[in-house]
């Protein structure tokens, strides 16, 4: 049984800094890759970054520059660190495997207001 376990958010104003964690358990964590994913209010959930098993990455336009996905396959656990940030990535956000498994962690909640 896949589990996820997100962590990290809270409330911050524009410009500031968050970094997310996700922890991960019943599969093989190292081979796959891994991503973020973000759910704003009345939208649909979409990718926001992911990291291949090598270390390779990939970012949405909006986020490219400000936000930083990492992992530690040693721990299970990816990151991702964003700066920068704006009200627009408001949102809940997810971590999975890419293409996703179907069970979804709950999530964390990241709110960027002044």
């Known amino acids: 049984q896949v589990q996820l376990v997100e962590s990290g958010g809270g409330l911050v104003q524009p410009g500031g800094s968050l970094r997310l964690s996700c922890a991960a358990s019943?599969?093989?964590?190292?081979?796959?890759?891994m991503g973020w994913y973000r759910q704003a209010p009345g939208k649909q959930r979409e990718l926001v970054a992911y990291?291949?098993?090598?270390?390779?990455?990939n970012y949405r336009d909006s986020v490219k520059g400000r936000f930083t996905i990492s992992r530690d396959n040693a721990k299970n656990t990816v990151y991702l660190e964003m700066n920068n940030l704006k009200p627009e990535d408001t949102a809940v956000y997810y971590c999975?495997?890419?293409?996703?498994?179907?069970?979804w962690g709950q999530g964390t909640l990241v709110t960027v207001s002044s």
């Open positions: 999975n495997r890419v293409p996703a498994f179907s069970v």
């Open positions: 019943g599969t093989i964590f190292s081979i796959n890759p």
């Open positions: 990291i291949l098993s090598g270390g390779g990455t």
